[in-house]
């Protein structure tokens, strides 16, 4: 802490000794939280893998009621919010404070985007009656005997969906956080730390949804309806 | 009090086997606990601090001594590992002459079924000296058939058949436990089991309600659900003949076979759509909420009943494949 | 109340007041202490229920309380204990106030997630509290499906949810130690200097950064299958209720190592303190604690034997479980060896270590009776399988964390604890225990299921003994209570280094400023290097 005034400059904790230290351990520290992440959505994934392997026809059908263009159209959008979130991150680096400012609320309003469609295409399943739990679940093309594995399907649907949802929200959160700091000029060229490691967060929660785009929406497409 | 004792009777052929196991464990735990308490003892007198300016001779590590306290634990668990898994498949596959006895699982009771159709409620009575197999379902969560008299002990999972075997050695009364919590009254899910003489078993069964047997209960529910109009004996009906169905693969539509064991009689009662024989429209309804799990039993021994003979039958049971 | 005339030194306890400056505070040595507060509570919550149940199961008819009753206290019992007390123990008390200093840091990586680690903690177990006091929840500290999900109507959800919540605090804390040991080591600290307390703590983070968050997705599975009637563990619906397991032990046997990996990092640290020698063979120390935490992961089905899981699983989880057994045997013989030609002393930490020592090796030794296929059918959910994890958890884990916190008591209130009430407290503590969980290894054997409210009377001479024995074990950790708040204010007034030890927590003074040391220590010497503690007067022999 010799030159305390450019410490203060680049928001070094008294812990650290120099800023490099503190950018490594934050980026180190978001690595592992990502690793605890793909762990936690693995849970979910290993009950899909069972799931789909015992009920293959059921999940087929199930999967042709889900609205792929919609889906589609939502995975554009998520990609197109990565990157305009890289650009974030590239003005960060180059100390472009407005810039970091203009992607970043670009980038909320995908996310916002993204979970507006989200919203449509949970209440369709409403509308649908695809609600498992609920009596009057019915899925269309399959006979009665398999509804009951049909709300299987949903349950996972909306369980996975939902908490990617859930992490969309939390991502949201992070994004206004930087946007007002952002604003009120925190980061620069030797300290956008805070940016750089909400990025990685951001666009893991987009490749979780890559994953659950083709798992849901895209199995055995060509049955048709 | 009751009489104290110190070590569980052995009332079947599995229980020697289980305890000579245990009886290995023991000694190599008791030599080891010996060894490290005794060490422990010695070291720590021995070498205890005499004066405070003392500073032992640093003992570096030996890769000698890390290598043999590795080996030599590791064949031992090897050892305990491979005797371990004999008995445990010992225990697990039925013989193929064992006799079949139905068992029910639901919050709190055990609800028992013989062949010959006599129902017991947390009884069970089994001659002495005949291999019993017990086919188990749960109506509502899991339960656990447990024998400590015998060394057995198996889930009971809803949706799906579980199976234990035992064979009793010694006359006599044994407790019967559900051993996975499973509710309030969870310790009150206990009952007996009867070992008794051939003879006695045979009187008793004979005393037993005469409500006909479970494969000729079967047949009634067969018929009361109108199964008759679609699965015909001549296999004319729009759905595939169940006579000498039993313990034979069948092929599925979309490929693939499955052998027609209990299990699969009972998913295709249940979920009838889970796998379709080749050649026939998923045309069946289910029969999930119409018929409980007692029934589900009484139609599947009337289907086995059907089936190839006895001595053909436990052949085909997938259990008894040696 | 700590500071007195004499000490005029600042210290981290004397460098703020009020309670503002605890509650906000970012030093991972008072965020320690607030750990060890909330834990207590827990710990003497969880012993409560405990009791409740040892005087119950004085009498094979199940009278002093109703089944429904009996349902919960055992449940709450765990759930007290193991997410309350037992997992953040040992890590979240002695390793955040330790690692840091062992490893010559100023703090750990992120102060702020540290305090809001123990936030969550307190959320979590506010949450459970809540549970508890309005009335109970019945399932089990294993939440099995379908009992869980579709079939209790105790408060089930708010239990689930304080776990999840505590849950995070697992994570948070494990990131937070994995980062920082991974950064912030003082210069000269290499690997391979760190004390075998901070590598088995980087082995718990381990842990709990690849185990809890399956956890936490089960338990969101299982609230959304109850509150929002998805059926993702419905037999009904054709789910799968041993999936549910599956998912649970992927968690929650890791999780026994989450208990006593730091237990056995806390062990090194004082077996090779009070016989002045380095731990034998430390680099095979240090790396069976990561063998343990890697296969751990490979072992969940051990407990699903008789579940109804295919014959091959069981082979294989039953051949992977014996793995576990040889870097436990590599453990327990270097510490005895590092006693062999030591200069040994008895305090009370050492004591603790050589209760340790014993009750895991019985601990360990009967976990391969579980693991044998055979045998585990006969004993798994029965007495044996409660008396086999309780001489690891109670025995060996709680053995450790009072031996660490007599050990480390002098350097985090500056204050020595009363020396022979404490020799007191462990002998009582080691009889009690064995008297209270010996019999239920015999009880198992028997054929005693657990969990079970009433028994039949032959199993009621060797319940009586372990109520006996448990009443003893009471009194044990009750005198450490006092003891401890006593010489608060009485207590001999603690040097730096009281043992002759070697950590760089020794090397700063007791209690540590509030950024630990003076200067940042440069580190030239291995861990356990007793020549620098000694100085030159001293004889070699």
């Known amino acids: 802490m010799a030159d305390h005034a450019r410490a203060e400059t680049l928001a070094l904790r008294v812990q650290f000794d120099t800023a490099e230290q503190q950018k490594d351990a934050s980026t180190l520290g978001m690595w592992i939280f990502l690793i605890t992440e793909i762990m936690f959505f693995g849970g979910m994934f290993a009950a899909y893998t069972v799931y789909r392997t015992w009920y293959p026809t059921v999940f087929a059908v199930a999967s042709t009621s889900l609205n792929a263009p919609i889906g589609a159209a939502n995975t554009c959008i998520l990609l197109f919010s990565s990157f305009t979130m890289v650009m974030a991150v590239r003005a960060g680096q180059l100390g472009r404070q407005r810039m970091i400012v203009f992607f970043l609320v670009l980038t909320l309003l995908f996310g916002f985007a993204f979970l507006g469609v989200k919203a449509v295409e949970w209440k369709e399943k409403f509308d649908e009656h695809h609600i498992p739990g609920q009596a009057e679940f019915h899925l269309e093309g399959l006979p009665a005997t398999q509804q009951a594995t049909a709300q299987l399907f949903f349950s996972l649907y909306f369980a996975m969906t939902g908490l990617h949802a859930a992490h969309m929200v939390v991502g949201a959160g992070i994004l206004i956080f930087l946007i007002v700091h952002a604003r009120k000029g925190r980061y620069s060229a030797d300290y956008y730390t805070p940016v750089d490691v909400a990025g990685l967060y951001w666009h893991f929660v987009d490749i979780i949804w890559i994953f659950l785009f083709p798992l849901l929406y895209l199995i055995d497409r060509h049955l048709g309806k | 009090m009751g009489e104290f004792q110190l070590f569980p009777v052995q009332a079947s052929t599995l229980a020697p086997e289980v305890d000579h196991l245990l009886y290995f464990l023991l000694a190599v735990t008791v030599f080891f606990t010996l060894l490290i308490f005794g060490a422990i003892f010695y070291f720590a007198i021995r070498y205890r601090r005499r004066s405070e300016k003392e500073l032992p001779h640093v003992v570096h590590g030996g890769y000698t001594l890390e290598i043999l306290w590795s080996v030599i634990p590791f064949g031992l668990t090897m050892v305990m590992f491979t005797w371990g898994a004999s008995v445990f498949f010992t225990g697990a596959r039925p013989p193929d002459n064992a006799m079949q006895i139905y068992a029910v699982g639901k919050q709190w009771m055990w609800k028992l079924e013989h062949m010959e159709g006599v129902r017991e409620i947390n009884e069970l009575h089994v001659p002495v000296g005949r291999p019993v197999r017990i086919t188990m379902a749960s109506e509502d969560v899991i339960h656990s058939f447990y024998v400590p008299a015998f060394r057995t002990k198996q889930d009971v999972v809803p949706g799906r058949y579980t199976t234990t075997w035992f064979t009793p050695t010694k006359v006599g009364r044994y407790h019967l436990f559900c051993a996975e919590y499973c509710g309030t009254r969870h310790s009150g899910m206990i009952g007996w089991v009867y070992v008794m003489e051939p003879r006695d078993y045979e009187d008793w069964l004979g005393g037993g309600t005469g409500g006909g047997s479970l494969a000729e209960n079967g047949k009634l529910l067969f018929q009361q659900l109108a199964c008759s109009n679609c699965h015909k004996d001549d296999n004319s009906g729009r759905c595939p003949t169940l006579v000498g169905l039993f313990g034979k693969d069948v092929q599925l539509s979309g490929g693939g076979k499955v052998k027609a064991d209990e299990a699969y009689l009972r998913e295709s009662i249940l979920q009838p759509q889970a796998k379709i024989v080749a050649g026939y429209e998923p045309v069946m309804p289910t029969f999930t909420g119409l018929v409980n799990e007692d029934q589900v039993v009484q139609l599947v021994e009337y289907v086995k009943s059907l089936g190839p003979k006895p001595s053909a039958q436990a052949a085909g049971a997938p259990a008894a494949k040696k | ?541």
């Open chain 3, 1 to 541: 109340m700590i500071t007195t005339a004499v000490q005029e030194r600042e210290h981290y306890l004397n460098a703020s007041y009020g309670l503002k400056s605890w509650l906000l505070t970012k030093d991972h040595k008072r965020i320690g202490l607030l750990y060890l507060a909330t834990i207590t509570l827990f710990f003497f919550l969880g012993g409560a229920f405990a009791t409740l149940i040892r005087v119950e199961l004085l009498t094979p008819q199940g009278d002093l309380v109703s089944s429904e009753t009996y349902n919960k206290l055992f449940t709450m019992h765990a759930v007290a204990m193991i997410f309350f007390f037992m997992i953040p123990s040992i890590p979240a008390v002695l390793g955040n106030f330790f690692l840091p200093i062992m490893i010559g840091a100023r703090d750990l990586a992120f102060p702020k997630i540290n305090l809001l680690s123990w936030y969550l903690l307190v959320i979590g177990g506010l949450f459970s509290l809540f549970a508890m006091i309005a009335g109970g929840v019945d399932t089990g500290w294993t939440f099995y499906t379908p009992y869980s999900t579709a079939y209790s109507n105790s408060w089930v959800i708010a239990t689930a949810l304080g776990i999840f919540i505590a849950g995070f605090s697992s994570i948070l804390t494990g990131l937070n130690f994995v980062v920082t040991v991974h950064t912030m080591r003082a210069p000269g600290m290499t690997w391979f200097r760190m004390p075998l307390f901070v590598w088995s703590n980087y082995a718990t983070s381990l842990i709990q950064i690849l185990g809890t968050p399956v956890l936490a997705v089960t338990i969101v599975l299982v609230f959304v299958e109850r509150v929002f009637h998805l059926g993702i563990f419905d037999p009904a619906r054709g789910g799968d209720p041993v999936l549910f397991q599956h998912l649970f032990w992927f968690y929650s046997h890791p999780a026994v190592y989450i208990m006593v990996l730091p237990a056995m990092g806390v062990i090194s640290e004082l077996i090779s303190t009070y016989s002045r020698k380095p731990v034998f063979g430390y680099h095979f120390v240090a790396f069976s604690s990561l063998a343990i935490a890697v296969l751990g992961f490979l072992v969940w089905g051990h407990h699903l034997f008789v579940s109804g899981q295919s014959l091959y699983a069981g082979l294989v989880f039953s051949f992977l479980s014996y793995f576990v057994a040889i870097p436990s045997a590599i453990k327990v013989f270097n510490w005895t060896a590092t006693l062999y030609k030591g200069s040994i002393t008895y305090h009370t930490p050492m004591l603790y270590a050589f209760g340790f020592i014993g009750l895991f090796t019985i601990g360990g030794l009967t976990g391969l009776f579980l693991a044998a296929l055979g045998i585990d059918v006969h004993v798994t959910d029965t007495y044996f399988v409660v008396a086999h994890f309780h001489y690891i958890m109670v025995g060996g884990t709680i053995m450790a964390y009072l031996g660490g916190m007599h050990y480390w008591w002098p350097k985090m209130t500056g204050r020595m604890y009363p020396e022979g009430w404490a020799r007191l407290s462990a002998l009582v503590i080691f009889l009690g225990f064995n008297l209270t969980f010996f019999p239920q290894f015999i009880l198992g054997y028997l054929g005693m299921p657990r969990r079970y409210h009433a028994y039949p009377e032959e199993f009621q001479v060797l319940n009586v003994l372990s109520t006996a024995g448990a009443s003893v074990l009471a009194v044990g950790y009750l005198m450490p209570m006092i003891y401890f708040i006593w010489s608060l204010r009485y207590g001999k007034i603690a040097p730096a280094n009281p043992w002759g030890a070697t950590g760089l927590e020794w090397k700063t003074s007791s209690p540590p400023p509030l950024h630990n040391f003076d200067g940042t220590p440069v580190v030239t010497h291995g861990a356990y290097d007793y020549t620098t503690v000694m100085g030159e007067e001293i004889e070699v022999g």
